[in-house]
């Protein structure tokens, strides 16, 4: 599977950007998705993720109420909707696909990873 983010950018505190993630290779419906997050010089930080088996989603506690994921299986597309944007915010952001359907805060459970977009929020 072959994976590209896109929709970063620079964007004030209290705004919106809308990332997506494009699969291709074979169906994003086989697939649990989730987003992350990495700062220069620290570790990877989980974000958001989406079951294959419901469609269960999970947050991290610093975005949840702001942040939604979402999945178009038809489409191969996964999308992260930010909303109430804060400057601790920016990082670069990778979507994943992982076989798995639990524990999907780990960045050890996904097989593929994209290459990562680029959010800076300014205050």
């Known amino acids: 599977v072959q994976l590209q983010a896109s929709g970063g950018g620079l964007v004030q505190a209290g705004g919106s950007l809308r990332l997506s993630c494009a699969a291709s290779g074979r169906s994003v419906s086989a697939y649990s998705m989730g987003w992350f997050r990495q700062v220069l010089g620290k570790e990877r930080e989980f974000v958001a993720s989406?079951?294959?088996?419901?469609?269960?989603?999970k947050y991290a506690d610093s975005v949840k109420g702001r942040f939604t994921i979402s999945r178009n299986n038809a489409a191969h597309t996964v999308a992260l909707q930010m909303n109430s944007l804060k400057p601790e915010d920016t990082a670069l952001y990778y979507c994943a696909a992982s076989g798995y359907y639990n524990d999907l805060y780990a960045p050890r459970r996904y097989d593929y990873w994209g290459q990562g977009t680029q959010v800076t929020v300014s205050s």
């Open positions: 989406i079951s294959y088996r419901d469609r269960t989603t």
